[in-house]
């Protein structure tokens, strides 16, 4: 390895020796094609042209007016196949495809990760096979059919939790039987180096393009950015653009589930401990023998027990403070911004709306200016919502 | 503990002298219970079993397969902890000397304590650490730990693993190197693949460190290949675990089973039975 993915003392390369030489190939074909004019212009293209960036920095009038601070909405949902996770498939998918690889796998939790896979294999021609765990794959149906329509093989998990995690390791499993033609797209910043780094060079653009549009609108930085965290690309990507900037608060949401004090929770910063869970030293939901813990959270993309290493960095260096959002608060949150801006929001990004709800209600934070990152749009998760709030669909 | 353990080259002179290879077999600690699972390493070792692998359950081990999985979870189901493996150590160390080799994942050697970790280990008779997601770059804590206890710290090569990184890794194994047969992860395959005798002749020519095969290695014609193609030891996982699962309601028949199918293990090591 060039370089050892730590950050701080988080990071790092945990994996079977079988994966080192993949990784390896990975990390050198990453730094080459970083800073490749060609790969950029291509990446740029599709950017713009397939994903539709760049997204606007939405003002929310309504939402500020109720709550008293100004609140800026930086609009991931608006992306090509609804959420922030686009960015970065591009960005692998281009990679892999510069690397002649011939063969993605992906796991996917809320099923976000999985379609902007399954998409970007039938943009660049390459085939694609998602792992769920067979609970996501009961909650999500309907993204399963997305991704079967755009061409991918999506197989059930059984193991386990039958969720996020378990889709990792089975995708890790995978992986070690067949690196020679195949490339893992991981999906947010965990896993061994260089994937943290990597995912957050891709998610970076939401960072980029939000302090330019905020520096338009208001002339200045804001004072808090807010994102919410389950493995941790929507947040990093976004945080990227500030966390130079020392006056400007970052916040990062956690899926809190029935509550930090319950065993029901995905809130691994919150909650966790230091460990080893797929590839890096970080945080990790566990007991004390450091067997790893099922997560939960009402938002499919939340309920992982552990979190990108980078986030365990800010964390400990207490650069960014990281609150879980109730299961019960996320609801609300994506009833707010539903009923005062008629934008639905992933039950991932309700999170963060609801934690910019309570934020801009201390009185310390009145008048303040919010940014929160919408990472993803709301309709996959009709279902689940309309089965809380007693609804028939 | 009641035995002295023999070390690793003591039981590879041991059996190189009689023209055999080694015989390891491997059972997750508990699995399925604490007692069964004690009378099976009893079993291994009453039918031929020159040295032990003993792993430690993990909640998600990626470098396993389902066959391991499942004895991992019925292990932590049936309430083994990383203490009560250590117990389970000191038990066969109160009826055996061969060898004893854990192979655990790094996440359970953190959460005790690294140095604890081989304190413990070394306490209870362990002679060698293998943890599956430990690569050389992450090792540093370990080998302090190792060399301290005495307790040798084991590396994998596998197909991918080129020359120049298998100079690095013979200089910092102790005890055997962990040759990876397949391109995968843990469980029984139908036929052994020639790349991997080509693995063993490649790894032999870069280190005079014995070499045991596992991984995919479930019939005694597998033994036979590796041991022939240069490999000082084979160990067993995935085929003996297949057995316990498909004898669960019958613990007798389960214990016969795995002793008639380890004597053809073993059988299978004696160089001068076979034909390559």
Redesign the interface.
Known sequence: ?IN?GKFGKYG???????????LEELEKAFLKYKDDKEFNQELDYYLKEFAGRPTALYYARNLSEKLGCKIYLKREDMLHTGAHKINNTIGQGLLAKYMGKTRLIAETGAGQHGIATAVVGSLLGIPVEVYMGSNDVERQKLNVLRMELSGAKVLPVD??SRTL?DAI?DA??DW?????NTHYLIGTTMGPHPYPTMVKHFQSIIGRETRAEILEKEGELPDAVIACVGGGSNSIGIFSGFVNDEAVELIGVEGGGDGIKTPRTGATLCKGT??????S?SF?L?N?????SEAHSVSAGLDYPGVGPEHAYLHSSGRANYVAVTDKEALRGFELLSRYEGIIPALESSHAVAYAEKYAKMPENKGKTIVVNLSGRGDKDMFLVASEMGVEV | MSFKPESYQEMFIRVKSKNEGGFIPFIVAGDPDFDTSLEIVRTFVENGADALEIGFA??????D??TV?EAD?RA?QAGM??QKGFEFIRKIREFTSIPIGLLV????I???GVDQFYKTAYESGVNAILA????L??SKDAITASKKYGVQQV????????NE?LEK?SNLCEGFLYV?A????TGARGDLQTSTVDLIKRVRSHTDLPLSVGFGISKPEHVTNVISAGADGAIVASAILDIITENLQDKETMKRKIAEFCQKLKEATKKNRLRF
């Open positions: 390895m050892n790092g390369i945990f994996v079977p020796e079988l994966l080192i030489p993949a193991a386990g995690k390791n890790f499993r070690t039987s067949s690196v020679e230091e460990g080893i869970l797929h590839g030293f990790v566990q004390n023998d450091g067997q790893i | 993990f909640s998600d081990p990626v470098a397969g389902p999985q979870l932590l902890t990383t994942y790094y996440n359970l953190y959460q005790m599956a997601d430990l690569p770059e992450e590396f994998m090569a596998a197909q991918t693993t080129s990184r890794i990876v397949v391109m995968g992860v």
